[in-house]
């Protein structure tokens, strides 16, 4: 496995010998990746029954591998929860299930769809129509069915205003209500998850960590990521400046053109929801390169947060992450 | 290479109005951490506002609530980086809950700026930002003299300024060159990355330049190591059938493959036999990495004890003096009960006696028989069990607590041990 952090360490070496090569070497933690693997043992200590929630993001992906090197050579010891909106990109979801499959992982599904079908939530219709919304009832309900009490989300402070005072641990209600005046305070890394009976915990890992951060860490990790990361070619059309794909679950005029271009996606939500940029970086080294001389936010690339400035701190207050 | 750039944590501090989201602003501006959309919208807003300049500070002003009021209400947490170094920001907002947000904020960083309206100079509230910067030990304070822009640049301003401030470190534990002095205009961005030629009579660093060539530390020169287990892993896997794994964060100094050690509170000795970090072996961990150790023997380890040299043993006490910080509106009174969360490990504790309030201007303290939210006090308490600290002046991990209520859960107050 391949670790940047170990200074001149021989990465063809088979694994039995990696005492020896290590012997002269010292180990420079990443004081990031050493406080998130910090919160993630205190979620596996403090809580009864956490899930990690699974987007198929490069965010939760990135928390996938630091659960991994929290708990190693034990397994990880929690599921995975994935809120399937039904618009999600076929590679996001095949890339899932291999890793799951990879490292053995518990992975619970819950449909977005189902939720529809039993008439607790109504589809948006029209050109902004998505399902991102609709996916706090679905989470909800498997919150509740499972007795979930603490949920490991991979958002980050950097995603934008309103998270930036958002806790590490964030307690919410039984309706999953956040209310931003009566959080508890933060102390040096003490986290306290004492919570009663009915509420529950979101709980931020890489809180700490920007969009950068998280590119970097794949990169030196070499940590595997949905293709649509990376350039391809792909069938799109433009809309008030941006980049999206053509497809049935996309609402589109008949006057926006479809046209086929190389792009890579930056987030991957929902396919409603989440526009691509024009790039042509296909390798890991290439992505970051580019976000690093970018100049647009990643939500920038986010449709539901263009409705309202206050759309993220409004999901909030009703439940979603 | 980008991925060993240093971290550095600062927390600011202000009154309203002094200009800290401004100045925040700024720096993201600077270093190029705003992105095109933030910066138009900041653009429009200025616009909007009638503004001929850009105002920087709708860069941070976070939530809808606060938006309406025009204030900030609780720590935000920025970020920004420049090609050697990774900045985490706490910004804390100066209005009445003013020393609860900075306390928090001050717990994570390691830097203060505290500004200063050069036309208001020294007053009250620097006094309260300075007291907290010390209580918590930041390794540095830098005095951002705010404004030079409004006193046409004027060097008596800024020395006048310097000179009332450094009565205060006299005051303070503070060494001199623990305190810098910028004047700055964050509005025109003069001595914040780029040198200002208005002020050529100062010869210091920019602000920037100055954060990061500083190399904090976080009261780790005792060098005693301390590893609280937060968890036992045992994976129950036909390859590690045996293993018997304490995973936590080494605090203080470095642990070392072969260490004699202790675990408390049993008082069992033993040696480390292997150090891991994830599929690696490592010999030595050092301060703030998060491993996992085995021992020698079959000792009884749990969530909670702590492993540590056995030559350098941490103080055992059942009964502690601390200084408080009260962070919930519910007040501390003698006798009240609570759980005391140290790190990872929890007793209960019982407000013994509240000695004084302590004025957060430097005048001493009051005889009080309560402490209210954003009061700081020196309080003994009676614990369950012992706890096994060191003062918080050689450690702050372990010699820091906060106290959880017992009807509410919430987190009541945050203490430094004496
Ligand atoms: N002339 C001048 N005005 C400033 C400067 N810094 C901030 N301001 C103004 O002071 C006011 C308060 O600034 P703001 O950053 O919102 O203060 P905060 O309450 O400390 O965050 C705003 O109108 C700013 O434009 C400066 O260096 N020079």
Redesign the interface.
Known sequence: ?R????RE?DLNKP?RN??LA??S???????????S??IL??V??QFEKPVLLFSGGKDSITLVRLA????????IPFPLLHIDTGHNFPETIAFRDQLVEELGLELIVRNVQDSIDQGKVTEERGRYASRNTLQTTTLLDAIEEFKFDACIGGAR??EE??R??ERVFSVRDDFGQWD??N????????L?G???QGQNVRVFPI??W?E??VW??IK?EQIKIPSIYFAHKREVFFRDGMVWTANQHVYRDHSEEVVERMVRFRTVGDMTCTAAVLSEADTLEAVVEEIRQ????ER?ARIDDKRS??AM?KRKKVGYF | MTENRKLIKIATAGSVDDGKSTLIGRLLYDTGSLTTDKLEAIERNSKQKGYDYLDFSLATDGLVAEREQGITIDVAHIYFNTDKTNFIVADTPGHVEYTRNMVTGASTSQVAIILIDARKGVIEQTYRHFFISNLLRLSHVVVAVNKMDLVDYDEEVYLKIRSDFEALVEKSDFSADQITFIPISALKGENVSQKSEMMSWYVGNTLLDHLEVLEPSDLQESSTARFPVQFVIRPKTEAYHDFRGFAGKVYGGNLKKGDLITVLPSFTESKIKSIHFFENEIEEAIAGSAVTITLENEVNVSRGDMIVRSSELPKSEKSIIATICQVNNKPLRVGDKYTLQHGVNSVLAKVDQIQAKIHTDFSGEEAVDQLRLNDIGKVTFKLSKPIHFDPYLQNKSTGSFILIDEGSFDTVSVGFID
């Not at chain 1, 991994?68 to 397994?75: H, T």
């Not at chain 1, 959080?183 to 003490?190: A, G, H, K, N, T």
Request: glycine residues 2%.
């Open positions: 496995m670790d940047d952090n170990f360490m694994k990696i005492k290590i012997m070497n010292q180990y420079i933690p990443n004081p990031k990746e050493a406080e693997i910090h043992r205190e596996a200590a991994q090197k929290a708990f190693y050579p034990a397994r402070r950097d205003k309103a930036a005072k931003e005046k959080q508890r305070p933060e102390l040096f890394d003490m306290n004492r919570i009663h809180s700490n920007t950068l951060d970097e860490y030196n970018s100049t647009i936010s920038g400035e206050a701190e």
